[in-house]
């Protein structure tokens, strides 16, 4: 939904693009309104201005689809530094915890700290 009002958006913001649209209605109108002999160009100019028309949506939605690609690229490079940073601070937290582990089975094994196999055991 988002990526059709962007690209309603830079549809009306183009001047010829509105002229197109513009003159491709006053032209649909005009060959309904006068069945002549001649109208046939007013058929093949319409024609032609309704394929100019849906030719300039088409290319407004790649554009705005590549803006949208070029969103997420930028998210994911911002998500893949934080994963890193992350992962550094894990493997941080992991060194602190092993060192802490072997202080406390130093500690066990020298006496200095009473060994609870169960935490309910000692309250």
């Given amino acids: 939904m988002a990526l059709a009002v962007a690209m309603g958006k830079s549809f009306f913001i183009q001047p010829g693009c509105v002229m197109d649209g ?3 209605i006053v032209a649909l109108i005009l060959q309904v309104l006068l069945e002549k002999k001649g109208t046939g160009f007013i058929v093949v100019v319409s024609l032609w201005r309704v394929l100019r028309v849906v030719e300039t ?3 407004l939605s790649d554009e705005a689809i590549e803006v949208k690609i070029d969103g997420i ?5 911002a998500l893949s530094k934080e994963n890193r940073t992350l992962l550094e601070t894990l493997a941080e937290k992991d060194e602190v915890i092993k060192m802490l582990e ?3 089975n130093r500690l066990k094994e020298n006496g200095d700290i009473p060994f609870v ?4 055991e000692a309250i």
């Avoid at 690229?73 to 490079?77: A, H, P």
Wanted: proline share 0%.
């Fill in 73 to 77: 690229i930028s998210q994911f490079q």
């Fill in 117 to 120: 196999t169960n935490y309910r």
């Fill in 102 to 104: 072997e202080e406390l």
């Fill in 22 to 24: 513009a003159l491709a």
């Fill in 57 to 59: 949506a088409f290319e």
